[in-house]
């Protein structure tokens, strides 16, 4: 069961990434991805249940790809639409309020206090999946907002020192060398 719904996400995420009215392009999808990888990675990391955190990171921004009118507190509507989705789904029913508190408290940017493992991991995976998606940053800078060279450098190395600084302490330590890899290229 647990692999059909891990399929079944995946292949509905990238569904929904694929249509027009996704405003940010397939470039999500990529980061999502990168969420999954990185959260699956933490989980090991942190004891934490791992399929409560792939099945959140894949779920973590289905608001958003969904409608952009909901992008603004599109954790609390994706918490709501991945009930709904793991209900139909037929979903270990346990297990889904987890996944709506990982959702809820993804966001670094809304200072929810992260109570699990889980939440931490989801929350940390989507802050360093930026770190995997620099090409859909870069994109985002150059083609979507007409920045020039040196626009899109700052705005990628600004979005990359946020999402590093909301990263746990824990999390922090394990990623440091990416982050300045990465930061170095940039430089």
Known sequence: ??????????????????????????????????????????????????????????????????????????????????????EKLNYEP???????????????????KKQTAEEICVADADAISHFDSVPSLLYLAYKISGMDIEEGREFVRGKLQRSFDKLSPESREFYGDKYRNVMNILE
Not at 44 to 70: F, P, Q
Not at 98 to 108: D, F, S, T
């Open 94 to 112: 346990s297990k889904i309020p987890l996944v709506e508190e990982c959702i809820k408290n993804h966001r670094g940017s809304v200072k929810n």
């Open 1 to 86: 069961m647990q692999a059909q719904i891990f399929e079944y996400l995946q292949k509905e995420i990238h569904h929904r990434c694929e249509q027009p009215s996704n405003i940010f392009g397939m470039g999500c999808y990529y980061h999502i991805k990168a969420v999954v990888k990185n959260g699956e990675i933490l989980a090991d990391r942190y004891n934490a249940d791992k399929e409560v955190v792939i099945i959140s990171a894949w779920l973590h921004d289905v608001a958003s790809i969904t409608d952009h009118s909901l992008y603004e507190m599109h954790h609390i509507h994706g918490a709501k639409m991945a009930r709904e989705i793991l």
